[in-house]
């Protein structure tokens, strides 16, 4: 074996090991996907294995793969660490938007806690939704958050890094005294005539109205007129309660005092939840982040109920994988 393999080789064997998709890792690491390839086959003849198993439908790792893989990740943290050792400035803390207290993001966040030592600090923010947070991580106030990766404006995408970790499933708060409060599970259909809210009208949540418009077009489902952005628990119990509302929202949600949280279902709607990140982003807790990702979503996090429903162009993206 080649005692001086290359970090590049590295970088590209563990982009495709978390993606498991060479299209999708090329993309990660913004070269060509022949290119990503070669780099494969190099590692592969350095090292004498063979790290995947690739077929026309899927990208597998190896048991060679999945040795190598713990290493090259450990690789790959002493180098980002060597390189801010010498970037003249301090470790600084990592700045995680999670939306919520209750989220995918804030369970990842906790995990990735977990993971790190007291040296490495990652502190909370809570953006009411991913359109909003996406402008702060442009302009360099966050690093990291979490949310519906293609329901942003597709330039604004364009400029940041993102892997999808979970499909959440969909669900609608109701009234305890709504007459479907009873049910298990709430078939769309009986949702016909029903006005739900969906954030329309706050332009930090853009990408979880354009959801529920899919997914409400042709079933009878009424998005509640525009209101401003809610801020608070509190007030927004108080703003739901008054007018009524049901809400659509995720299986990950807060409790509200009065309310039931009841999965939808027949078919079962999903939402998409990347992680997104600045470019060229390099930090410790980045990668407990998406350590902590990989080993929540190990269960069913990316699991998809047969005749599910996903929003576009997510699930025009399914088709073609």
Known sequence: MNRDLEPRLLRAFTAVADELHFTRAAARLYVAQQALSRDIRRLERELGAELFV??????????????????ARRVLAAQDDLA????????????????????TGSQVLAEARRRLGPETELVARFHSGLAGAAVELLAGRLDVSFGRAHGLDPAVLARLEHRLIRYER???????????????RIPLSALAGETLYAAAGNEATTEWTDLAA???????IAMAEPFPEIEGDAEFIRVVTKRR???????????????????????????????????????PGLEALHTAARTLAAADWLTRPPGC????????????D
Do not use: N
């Open 214 to 220: 899919q997914l409400f077009a042709g079933r009878g």
């Open 84 to 103: 801010a050792a010498f970037s003249g400035t301090e470790r600084r803390p990592l700045l995680v938007d999670v939306g919520a207290p209750v989220s």
């Open 245 to 283: 509302w049901s809400v659509l929202a995720s299986e990950v949600f807060t409790h509200l005092p009065g309310t039931v949280l009841r999965p939808l279902a027949e078919p079962v709607p999903l939402s998409p939840v990347s992680i997104l990140w600045r470019k060229g982003l390099t930090h």
């Open 170 to 184: 969909i669900a609608v708060v109701l009234r305890e005294d709504h007459a479907l409060a009873r049910c298990a």
């Open 309 to 320: 429903w996903l929003p576009r162009p997510e699930a025009d993206m399914v088709l073609r």
């Open 54 to 71: 690739r077929t026309t439908r899927q990208v597998a790792l190896t048991a060679a793969g999945e040795r190598l893989l713990p290493y």
